[in-house]
């Protein structure tokens, strides 16, 4: 299984705010950290956002911070919802698909696909923090 590129910076995001040394940070700050681009991480910023995983402050002090949500959401849930839980492949793909009457690939690649996030879901972004991740963001290192 592959994750798009929205869904890593995504996740990526998480991971680094969760180890953000004030519990906040700027886009910017994670764009340098994840060796993405601001733009790209503003747009996943604004859909962790939206599902509640991250809020963000304005003003001096202020910046982005991961909620409660976003730190005990199951990793597999957070990726279905940045992936929009689409299948791994299309079969309709704009033009009917002859072998959809005899085919069983889809429902094998569809239990592939359940099993995969079904074995994230054992995880949360919290799981996945580690004293390694740390300097990335300025957090102090602990002895």
């Known amino acids: ?34 060796q993405a681009s601001e733009h790209h991480v503003a747009k996943a910023v604004t859909r962790l956002s939206a599902l509640g995983c991250v809020s963000s402050v304005r003003g001096r002090g202020g910046g982005l911070q991961i909620t409660e949500r976003g730190r005990s959401i199951p990793v597999g849930q957070l990726m279905r919802l940045l992936e929009n839980d689409r299948s791994v492949v299309d079969c309709d793909g704009g033009q009917p698909c002859p072998l959809i009457p005899a085919c069983r690939m889809r429902h094998v ?24 991740l740390l300097p990335l963001v300025g957090a102090p290192t602990q002895n």
């Open 1 to 34: 299984m592959r994750l798009s590129r929205f869904s890593d910076l995504g996740l990526r995001a998480m991971m680094l705010l969760a180890a953000a040394e004030d519990g906040r940070s700027t886009t910017k700050t994670i764009a340098t950290a994840a």
């Open 109 to 132: 690649l569809a239990d592939a696909q359940a099993s995969f996030y079904g074995e994230l879901d054992r995880y949360t972004v919290d799981d996945l923090m580690g004293p390694q």
